[in-house]
């Protein structure tokens, strides 16, 4: 009996640790709505960069009418990734209403088992709009004339003036002495490893593969990654295929979850290039996920000046 009481405690605790890595939140922006107002949904999650998520569709969370949503917005945060995305819905009938737990499936990296995170339900109301019944119905007004002005005269100045600036302009450029400008070079003093967090933030900004531009995304994120492993590891990456490279990492001190980082990426990314492959939008996310956990975790102790532009 104790042993059974004890098995069954630790399966609580194994639980509560790996939902702890994972949560949800959904909210309203208001508590209180007329009808047709929208209602905008926040919905939050924070996960471990090793957990690959499954975001529901925007159909799939209530049965409120659709008004629009916004793409996925992804936040790093240490170790952790912080995915946020606003839903507009709209009720056409007064009452009470709340918004349901919203169930997100997430798995781990290497691991087959689907687990779940909820989100809290949201209590709203909806009203009709009041009318005063006290008041008498008063007369449609007249129709009021309106004089319209006529800036017919101050455009044609405005071109004038214009005109008369870019000929100016190409007189004292062309004609007149050029006016040399001394642009004083400055010194690249970043490192490799910062230009590479830096590139790896400007491209997720982008947010090219929620625009459809896959192909673009995949070529800047493993161009990126085979400069930085280049300049860390002192491999042939550029020039190398996704096998070769593969290859020359199990030759440097890595561990088998730092290479499985690339190994994901360059997978994914091949069968964009080649097999015009469309990889799902939780796969997307982890692969710019993965991307900063291997740039973070091979980090160097020491890392020098990229005086290349």
């Known amino acids: ?86 839903i507009v819905y709209s009720i056409y ?44 119905i008063k007369p449609i007004k007249e129709v009021i004339e309106v004089k319209v002005i006529n800036y017919t005269w101050i455009f044609i100045v405005c071109g004038l003036l214009l005109f008369t600036g870019i000929g100016v302009i190409i007189y004292f450029v062309f004609f007149k002495n050029k006016i040399k400008i001394a642009i004083k070079e400055k010194v690249n003093t970043i490192s490799y490893y910062d230009k590479t967090i830096q590139l790896l933030k400007e491209l997720d900004a982008n947010k090219l593969w929620q625009k459809d531009d896959l192909k673009q995304y995949y070529s800047e994120l493993t161009e990126i990654l085979r400069s930085y492993m280049e300049k860390r590891f002192g491999i042939n990456a550029l020039e190398s295929t996704s096998d070769e490279i593969i290859a020359q990492l199990n030759n440097v001190d890595l561990s088998a979850v730092q290479i499985e980082y690339i190994r994901f990426i360059l997978e994914l990314a091949d069968l964009v290039k080649f097999a015009k ?24 102790a020491d890392p020098k000046p990229d005086l290349k532009q």
């Open 93 to 136: 009938d007064s009452g009470v209403y709340y918004l349901p737990q919203i169930k997100i499936p997430y798995k781990k990296l290497r691991d087959t088992t689907t687990y779940f995170v909820f989100s809290d339900s949201a209590l709203f109301i909806v009203q009709t709009v009041p009318v005063d019944t006290t008041l008498t």
């Open 277 to 300: 492959s469309r990889p799902l939008q939780n796969e997307n996310i982890q692969a710019m996920q993965n991307a900063f956990a291997f740039v973070e975790t091979t980090k160097p």
């Open 1 to 86: 009996m104790k042993i059974r009481i004890l098995i069954i405690l630790f399966l609580l605790t194994a639980t509560y640790l790996l939902n702890a890595q994972v949560s949800a939140t959904a909210k309203t922006d208001k508590s209180q709505y007329l009808i047709g107002d929208y209602i905008r949904v926040q919905l939050n999650v924070t996960a471990d960069s090793t957990y690959v998520l499954d975001w529901p569709a925007e159909n799939d969370l209530t049965s409120y009418d659709l008004i629009t949503s916004n793409p996925i917005d992804t936040t790093r945060i240490n170790n952790a990734f912080h995915l946020s995305q606003e």
